[in-house]
């Protein structure tokens, strides 16, 4: 059981205080310095998964984000509603310290490094708390554009550093990329520590944030808030797919379309550059569809850029699926900036981490599912595969038919006085919006044992 003093002294090492107020920008320097230093090892962890594993690293792969995806969506909802409790900032230390744990691994022992890569998830993730600690810092009406950036940021990031990361260590050696990545997340931790302040009131914080304790708890609550019920099942019917594809589409395209290096890196970078761009936009789109229109319109997109992935046979088909993809990432921005404008300000934490778990679940199982019906389909192996129907993205496309459906039984208008009450509100909406339960710190820390 977590015993108060223990807690008070834990907290009164973090300061509250950093540079200036809190921020949106503060936010959205933790999210580039994280992915971008994750960014670097992208090629460097290719290279090793595909020497550690050799023919079988597709399915490896998808085993190791698997298993850790799993460990995040279990972990997820608990820190979430502990960040609801304890705070931001200590939640947004600890996620950052588990997820850079494995970087000196890299060169010190392969196996070591999959093995704390595979158990980092544990600590839950930097995303969810950042998007928490954004909605604590923006009014509703600018939520849509502040989580938009939020995800522009992320993929900013990653469109960058893969490429340094990879020309580096062609240049200076793998040790070389290793050792700046590693610098690059300790001056993260540093930042954070010293300069993003805290951003709830830990004054006014809930002390009853229970329905995000544990998944399945919050999963029995939840059938309490159907619409909330329909955002996670959206978020994982739809972002599977997606991870799975990411994962596998370079590979795919060079085997089966006869795609080269180069085409291969236009073809993602454009992506890249214009998924960014939706989601800078992703304010003004809202404005225009609202939010159940922005969703929808980004599963139907994703629909048919898995479809074309799956039984296109020429290149511009190719092309054009890059194309409906970037833009249909808009739809995991969308369903945060929903579900947080659902959700009472003490609970953010608890229903963005429910929300981070459903996708570190989708990101872990989307891989594991793409490998192995590759695996199946013999495509998991070098050698040409042209004119085979590439089942993981039909199956994907499925699953996004399936989101679709779930979207449009979705309910967009929502009373701003009943969400926003200081007294609590309806019933149906207790479960994760909800300010008035009791006793809630003590079921988490007898959940935390």
Known sequence: MFRSNWKKRLLGVIPQSGFGKPSVSHALIVTFVHYF?????TVPSMVKLSETFAERAFLMDGLIYGIRGTLAFIVAPLMGAVSDIWGRKPLM?????????PIPMLIIKDWWFFITITISGVCGTVYSTVLAYVADVTAQEERSKAFGLVSATCAAAMVLSPALGSLLMDKYGL???????????????LFIWAAVPESLELEHATDTACAGAHPFAVLRELR???TLLLICLIVLLSTWPEAGEESSVPLYLTLNMGFGNVEV???VGLVAVLGITANVTLGLVMNVLGAKGAIITGLVLEICQLLLYGFGRHKWMMWMAGLMAATGTITESACCVFSSMRTHPQNQ???QGLISGMMDLSEGLGPAIFGI????????TNGPHKGQIGLPFVAGAISVLLALILAKLMVEDVDKQKVYKSNGIDDEMKPLTGGNSTSCEGKINKIAV
């Open 349 to 351: 934490g608890a229903v």
């Open 37 to 41: 230093s994750w960014g670097l090892l």
């Open 93 to 101: 230390l600890m996620a950052v310290v588990a997820t850079y744990s």
């Open 224 to 226: 309490k808030d159907k």
């Open 265 to 267: 890196s236009v073809l």
């Open 373 to 380: 019906l590759f695996y199946v389909c013999n495509q998991d």
């Open 175 to 189: 040790p070389v990329v290793v050792s700046l990545a590693a610098a690059i997340g300790l001056i993260n931790i």
